[in-house]
C-alpha cells in the first residue's frame, strides 16, 4: 500500500510564504515525476509545478518566479515553497506521484488528500 500525504497549508496574507510538503510512504520501490496541482472553488484542478527524479521543473506560467518545487528522494517527499503569495493562489493543493511499488510494476498514480491554502487580501 501507498500513502500521500500533504501538509503546511494554512492561512497567510497576501505577500506571505507558505511551505508545503508531501511525504509518500509504504510500499515504495521507486517515484518518477511528483507534481503539485491546485484547485479553487468553481474551477478545474490545474497543473501548478511538477519535478523529474532527475529534478528538472516546470511551472505554469501564474506562479513562475514566486513558486519553486524541489524534492528529497531519500525521504520521498516533494516540497512547494511559495513565496509572494496572493489571493488568487487560494485553493486546495494536492500532490501526485508516479510510483512504482516494485521493480517490475509499472508506475501508478497516487494523490494526495489535499491541504488548504488561503491568502487573505
Not at 500525504?5 to 496574507?13: A, D, K, T
Not at 511538477?50 to 531519500?74: E, P
Amino acid at each position: 500500500q501507498v500513502q500521500v500525504v500533504e501538509s503546511g497549508g494554512g492561512l497567510v496574507q497576501a505577500g506571505g510564504s507558505l511551505r508545503l510538503s508531501c511525504a509518500a510512504s509504504g510500499s515504495i520501490f521507486s517515484i518518477n515525476n511528483m507534481d503539485w496541482y491546485r484547485q479553487a472553488t468553481g474551477k478545474q484542478r490545474e497543473l501548478v509545478a511538477s519535478i523529474t527524479r532527475g529534478g528538472i521543473t516546470k511551472y505554469v506560467d501564474s506562479v513562475k518566479g514566486r513558486f519553486t518545487i524541489s524534492r528529497d528522494n531519500a525521504k520521498n517527499t516533494v516540497y512547494l515553497q511559495m513565496d509572494s503569495l496572493k489571493p488568487e493562489d487560494t485553493a486546495v493543493y494536492y500532490c501526485r506521484g508516479e510510483i512504482a511499488t516494485t521493480r517490475s510494476a509499472s508506475p501508478r498514480t497516487y494523490w494526495g488528500q489535499g491541504t488548504q491554502v488561503t491568502v487573505s487580501s
